[in-house]
């Protein structure tokens, strides 16, 4: 069975926040220590809609299997053309290709979007699930931030990559944007 993967909506809060607390809990994905509550997740979903990125949803047998958002990789404004990308897997779908699905709805949205580079800011370069699913989707390695979190009793590294989105840097943005 294949995911449908739709724009997110607000009946969604309650799965979506669920999935972050697993990743917040369990994983190291987030460098959040505590999971925000879905009152939380509810509103940094409308923060990132309101400001024009996306905000996706895998749903797999009218369940919530994923999510993928994208958001401003820096709030400086030449950054305007860059996003960050985020996608969370349910526990109990992982390795079903739901987070292939997610990105590359993602990406795709960006592009439309007339966003040019996406960065891929990994938590834990022992991350070889995500690694290998941004590397799938094009995404080259960019960086390394060594032992900059500490979670679940241990150092953790940022994995940093970047994909070019569209035009990438091969021509200037809009005038005016």
């Known amino acids: 069975m294949q995911a449908l993967i739709r724009d997110s909506r607000d009946d969604d809060i309650p799965a979506i926040a669920a999935i972050y607390a697993h990743a917040v809990r369990h994983g190291s994905a987030s460098f959040e220590l505590d999971p925000p509550d879905a009152i939380e997740m509810k509103q ?26 994208a958001s401003a990789y820096r709030p400086r404004p030449a950054y305007r053309f860059a996003v960050e990308s985020s996608v969370y897997v349910a526990p109990n779908r992982l390795r079903q290709r739901i987070g292939h699905a997610l990105l590359a709805a993602l990406i795709a949205r960006c592009e439309a979007a007339g966003f040019r580079l996406m960065v891929a800011v990994i938590g834990d370069s022992a991350n070889h699930a995500s690694i290998g699913l941004h590397a799938a989707q094009g995404f080259s390695p960019a960086g390394r931030l060594p032992a900059i979190g500490w979670k679940h ?7 940093l990559m970047t994909r070019a989105l569209g035009e990438g840097a091969r021509t200037p943005p809009p005038p005016g944007r």
């Open 153 to 159: 009793g241990r150092w953790l590294d940022s994995v």
């Open 44 to 69: 940094r979903r409308q923060a990132l809609l309101d400001a024009g990125y996306p905000y996706v949803i895998a749903e797999l047998g009218g369940a919530v299997a994923g999510y993928a958002y």
